[in-house]
């Protein structure tokens, strides 16, 4: 009799296969004291164990197929540039030099540090790269153990990974065996895992905690990736049932090729504008080949969170925003001003002792407080600017005087560049982040002073309804369709209509298909998300009847719990 677990489902669809199990060795880290004039010694050691894990890398990112996504280069870049990072490279030495200890017993010593400061972060997306550094101390534990990253055996035709968890440089070892889906025990939605999956467009479930030893080598195993489900050793009737949906699976995903072309146009006539969201200057391929109208949402961190421990300087910042502009061809390219707090800050910034990080100095607020930093970014934006049309967003606004001090500098920037003779675009359009309950209610006076307005609904549910997603105890209660959401993203969208002002949404919402005609109904034009999940949302967006959402209205206003919108849903 089979069994069935239950995970986070990543991409969608429907994979039937055959388990390929990948094993997870947990390296045993030995503590001993060495003698002091061994110390030189067992830092070269280490210091060994670190080129050489470095060196694997480097071969394993030069052997990156033509075919493979862009997100793949850029995770194992990070890697390797966490190899550079004096956090992972330096601290051991003193460690070792101060406790006289083994190289592996500081490197645990130093990871137990970091991982500790990771779990302080609020934002998800930098909170799991916790798992990125995991996978680079394994690496080096493994270097020092004088083991060597192999790849693995051959796959039959139909396999499916299961894997306790899978870096950036598993995925290239794997280059050569075609997977039908993954399965880890470990993994969230913003996992680098994850993330290459939806852009592989192949089904996932992460989570599954103990899916690696419950499951045996060539295991028929079924992955529904929309619904979070593994089924392990499925009967015949089972089996019948997820052959049919696997069927109408790849029959949509060979449809949705047939509209990457069109227009994302309602069946009413109705014109939608369809953006995508990206990390990196690299992402601006995927969001055009997948046919984005602009980017949405371009996150500038990338650049803040880098190992030097000098912040990035003002013409380095130009060429990263000047690469996009330019590459996006002439389409908008929407790029928000760093949204770092003092729990998620790099090492040039001083660490904070809030006791609640996500309601302390982030966002906006920094920016305020680090006037310099601030400035530098927007004479970077602006003179990138000439290069594309470029517009800036402003992350987590609560009050006005946040954008008139923000335009003060945009404009005193302005007549710098102006009078040194530095091109830029003198209308530059300036929009706000709306994310917390504050903005969101008073959206209205912050139009008068903004161009347009993005939702970040990610941040906007956690705030209006008090529950964090990562907690387990709390997050089945962050719930997107929760009335009080629905009133405040009504609030916002009717507001900006009424007003004449753009309004986008770049948060998941934004990329859940199951949300589409939600948000259609409640007004929405502009969606931004995941270059992948692109078609998907046209295909609802081609079928969607405006006239026939609109008269819904009403009720999902009046509807008192979740259930009651997702009965509403249902009927749409």
């Known amino acids: 009799m089979g069994i069935t677990l239950h995970g986070i489902g990543i991409g969608g669809g429907v994979a039937i296969g055959h388990a390929h199990v990948i094993s997870h060795n947990e390296i045993e880290i030995a503590h001993y004291t060495i003698a002091e004039q061994d110390v030189?010694?067992?830092?070269?050691?280490?210091d060994g164990a670190i080129?050489?894990?470095?060196?694997?890398?480097?071969?394993?990112?030069?052997?990156?197929?033509?075919?493979?996504?862009?997100?793949?280069?850029?995770?194992?870049?990070?890697?390797?540039?966490?190899?550079?990072?004096?956090?992972?490279?330096?601290?051991?030495?003193?460690?070792?030099?101060?406790?006289?200890?083994?190289?592996?017993?500081?490197?645990?010593?130093?990871?137990?540090?970091?991982?500790?400061?990771?779990?302080?972060?609020?934002?998800?997306?930098?909170?799991?790269?916790?798992?990125?550094?995991?996978?680079?101390?394994?690496?080096i534990f493994k270097a020092l153990a004088g083991h060597h990253s192999q790849p693995p055996a051959p796959?039959?035709?139909?396999?499916?990974?299961?894997?306790?968890?899978?870096?950036?440089?598993?995925?290239?070892?794997?280059?050569?065996?075609?997977?039908?889906?993954f399965i880890t025990d470990v993994g969230g939605p913003t996992s680098h895992t994850a993330i290459l999956a939806r852009s592989l467009d192949l089904p996932a479930v992460l989570a599954l905690r103990h899916a690696q030893a419950l499951i045996r080598e060539d295991e028929l195993i079924i992955v529904d990736g929309i619904n979070g489900v593994v089924i392990v050793d499925p009967d015949e009737q089972v089996l019948v049932e997820y052959r049919a949906r696997q069927s109408d699976?790849?029959?949509?995903?060979?449809?949705?090729?047939?509209?990457?072309?069109?227009?994302?146009?309602?069946?009413?006539?109705?014109?939608?504008?369809?953006?995508?969201?990206i990390e990196l200057p690299a992402d601006t391929a995927q969001a055009l080949a997948q046919g984005a109208s602009g980017v949405g949402l371009f996150r500038s961190?990338?650049?803040?969170?880098?190992?030097?421990?000098?912040?990035?300087?003002?013409?380095?910042?130009?060429?990263?925003?000047?690469?996009?502009?330019?590459?996006?061809?002439?389409?908008?390219?929407?790029?928000?001003?760093?949204?770092?707090?003092?729990?998620?800050?790099?090492?040039?910034?001083?660490?904070?002792?809030?006791?609640?990080?996500?309601?302390?100095?982030?966002?906006?607020?920094?920016?305020?407080?680090?006037?310099?930093?601030?400035?530098?970014?927007?004479?970077?934006?602006?003179?990138?600017?000439?290069?594309?049309?470029?517009?800036?967003?402003?992350?987590?606004?609560?009050?006005?005087?946040?954008?008139?001090?923000?335009?003060?500098?945009?404009?005193?920037?302005?007549?710098?560049?102006?009078?040194?003779?530095?091109?830029?675009?003198?209308?530059?359009?300036?929009?706000?982040?709306?994310?917390?309950p504050a903005a969101a209610l008073t959206v209205g006076a912050f139009l008068k002073q903004l161009d347009f307005v993005s939702i970040g609904t990610n941040d906007l549910i956690q705030y209006t309804l008090a529950v964090d997603r990562n907690d387990d105890a709390v997050s089945y209660l962050h719930d997107p369709l929760h009335p009080a959401v629905i009133q405040l993203l009504h609030h916002v969208i009717s507001t900006a209509d009424r007003i004449g002002k753009p309004v986008s949404m770049c948060g998941e919402m934004a990329g859940d298909p199951q949300l589409t005609t939600l948000l259609l109904a409640l007004g929405l034009r502009r969606f931004s998300m995941l270059p992948a999940q692109l078609l998907k949302v046209k295909r609802r967006i081609l079928d969607a009847d405006m006239g026939k959402l609109q008269r819904a209205v009403p009720e999902l206003l009046q509807a008192e719990d979740a259930n009651a919108v997702r009965a509403l849903l249902a009927d749409l």
């Open 40 to 46: 030189p010694q067992e830092i070269a050691r280490f």
């Open 51 to 139: 080129r050489l894990a470095r060196q694997e890398l480097e071969t394993l990112w030069g052997s990156i197929p033509e075919h493979a996504p862009a997100e793949l280069g850029a995770f194992l870049s990070l890697h390797i540039m966490l190899l550079n990072d004096h956090t992972l490279t330096a601290e051991p030495h003193l460690i070792i030099e101060a406790q006289h200890c083994n190289a592996e017993w500081a490197l645990k010593q130093q990871l137990d540090i970091l991982l500790a400061q990771f779990d302080e972060i609020e934002e998800e997306y930098l909170r799991e790269r916790r798992a990125d550094v995991i996978q680079v101390t394994d690496r």
């Open 155 to 181: 796959a039959r035709p139909d396999s499916i990974l299961v894997a306790h968890d899978l870096s950036p440089a598993d995925m290239v070892l794997f280059k050569d065996t075609e997977y039908h889906a």
């Open 249 to 277: 699976w790849q029959a949509s995903q060979r449809a949705l090729q047939d509209i990457r072309y069109a227009q994302p146009v309602t069946r009413d006539g109705e014109e939608i504008e369809l953006l995508a969201n």
């Open 301 to 436: 961190e990338f650049l803040f969170l880098r190992d030097e421990d000098d912040l990035p300087t003002e013409d380095e910042q130009f060429e990263a925003y000047r690469q996009v502009a330019e590459s996006m061809q002439g389409h908008p390219v929407v790029i928000r001003t760093i949204d770092l707090g003092k729990d998620k800050i790099p090492k040039w910034q001083e660490e904070s002792d809030s006791p609640n990080p996500a309601l302390g100095l982030t966002g906006i607020r920094l920016c305020m407080a680090e006037t310099q930093l601030f400035r530098t970014q927007l004479r970077a934006l602006l003179r990138a600017s000439a290069y594309g049309k470029i517009k800036l967003l402003v992350p987590m606004l609560s009050n006005l005087n946040e954008v008139r001090q923000t335009r003060r500098h945009l404009e005193e920037i302005k007549e710098q560049l102006a009078a040194d003779g530095i091109p830029f675009d003198a209308g530059i359009e300036l929009g706000g982040m709306i994310e917390v």
